[in-house]
């Protein structure tokens, strides 16, 4: 079994989507935007100029949704490492937005290092949605040559991702940058009137929060001949640890954000817990889990519990519950919520586009010279998720402390990437067995 301490060896890759590619995804991105219409308008300033890092479908999504915020944003550059990616993307903006899309063929950027074209192009605003192994990396030259950035969730696959991706966002904050995460959920109306009412302190003081994210299998890529064993991984990214961060950090780390933020983002002192590879087996699969659940303990004795499962055939869930000395609220995230005890509330207020909404706060943020920073909560979201999966993988108890100061670094270094080195998947972790500390 392969130490997981640190598994840098000499090799390297990089990306690919975040659904399925192209005009399907970005239909479906762009139907939602047409229904909402358009965000704040600011005739009186001048062009935003906006570059898309990672044109999978997230990618495809997040620059519609940033030309529809700002009536005078254009896209003018896109990167990927893959060209099928980029001509998809760029086909299904291009159809959606129009005139706001004036990427010339020369900034159209293609490679390992296509992201540094991208910032260095002379674009305004950095929309970040690479697979989450290149963030941190990626983040930190964005904000380094001063622009706005929009990172999608995760942030990082380890602990040194996390340390730079905090530093970065410090550096957003002295120079006044705005720094937008992908944690959707937090910009839902639902979501937003719910949390609103449990820090009024509706439920009382919380004593646990609970939270499931149960769902089905995910896309995968037939290998293709002449692909690589790097491409075959950075087209199917997901299951690799190495280029995900595994499940609970790719897709479950929406329902631990969603903790934190009831929690008042505080960190937890430790946590403990399970995880196992049972039904989704097959090579196709790469190394990652199937399912966690994992116990989060906070100072006062507070918990937090995850459950997460990507299994075909199962029953899908995704839910928050929290639960005070005077009440319990009951989320279904950008969908319902109530809560019962000395007061009941339910939710009946106009819904909204939580995509939509956070790019239409980013921007009027940049117009207006008021800075958001969402740096160091997104990045303690991304770690609380790391933890989940240090503690699955090895079957310890491990404190936040040993975690976020461990020197676990889990794929290649940044400046290593090619599609010519080999990086070796490491095999499925076993509990009691995988280590994820230095002993």
């Not at 966690?292 to 199962?314: L, N, P, W």
């Not at 920073?373 to 090895?394: C, E, K, P, T």
Request: hydrophobic residues 35%; proline residues 4%; aromatic residues 10%.
């Amino acid at each position: 079994m392969q130490d997981q301490t640190n598994k840098k060896t000499n090799n390297p890759g990089r990306r690919t989507f975040i659904k399925t590619a192209g005009t399907t995804l970005a239909a479906t991105a762009v139907g939602m935007n047409m229904a909402y219409g358009r965000g704040p308008s600011a005739e009186e300033d001048g062009i935003l100029k906006v570059g898309l890092i990672g044109c999978g479908g997230r990618g495809t999504g997040a620059a519609v949704q940033a030309l529809t915020a700002d009536s005078k944003t254009r896209l003018t550059a896109m990167g990927d490492v893959f060209e099928d990616h980029l001509n998809q993307s760029y086909s299904a903006i291009k159809e959606e937005m129009g005139d706001q899309v004036t990427v010339a063929d020369s900034h159209k950027f293609i490679g390992f290092d296509a992201y540094q074209k991208v910032i260095d192009s002379g674009v305004d605003v950095v929309l970040l949605t690479t697979p989450p192994v290149f963030r941190p990396g990626q983040f930190e030259a964005a904000i380094a040559a001063g622009k706005h950035v929009f990172c999608e969730k995760p942030m990082a696959v380890d602990p040194a991702g996390v340390r730079k991706v905090l530093k970065a966002a410090q550096t957003a904050k002295e120079k006044r940058l705005s720094v937008l995460a992908g944690f959707c959920y937090r910009y839902d109306a639902v979501n937003m009137a719910a949390y609103e009412q449990i820090h009024q302190g509706i439920v009382g003081d919380i004593h646990c929060v609970t939270t499931k994210r149960f769902g089905g299998e995910l896309w995968s890529k037939p290998r293709q001949p002449g692909w690589s064993d790097m491409e075959y991984q950075l087209r199917n990214w997901l299951y690799y640890d190495w280029l995900s961060g595994d499940f609970i950090t790719e897709q479950a780390v929406h329902s631990l954000d969603l903790m934190a933020w009831a929690l008042g983002d505080r960190v937890p002192v430790k946590a403990i817990g399970t995880g196992g590879r049972q039904k989704r087996v097959d090579p196709i699969y790469g190394n990652i889990y199937d399912h966690f659940a994992i116990e989060y303990e906070y100072e006062d004795g507070v918990k937090g519990i995850h459950m997460c499962r990507q299994q075909s055939g199962t029953k899908g869930s995704n839910t928050v519950d929290v639960f005070g000395t005077k009440g319990h609220a009951y989320v279904k995230p950008a969908a319902e919520a109530r809560i019962s005890g000395q007061q009941n509330w339910q939710f009946e207020g106009q819904r909204n586009n939580m995509y939509q909404h956070e790019h239409d706060l980013f921007f009027d943020a940049i117009r207006k010279d008021k800075p958001m920073n969402d740096g160091v909560w997104m990045a303690h979201s991304s770690m609380l998720a790391i933890l989940g999966r240090m503690v699955g993988y090895s079957g310890q108890e491990i404190s936040w402390e040993q975690a976020m100061n461990s020197d676990m670094h889990i794929g290649p270094d940044f400046e290593d990437y090619a599609f010519d080195l080999q990086w070796p998947m490491s095999p499925v972790p076993v509990p009691g067995k995988t280590k994820v500390l230095k002993s």
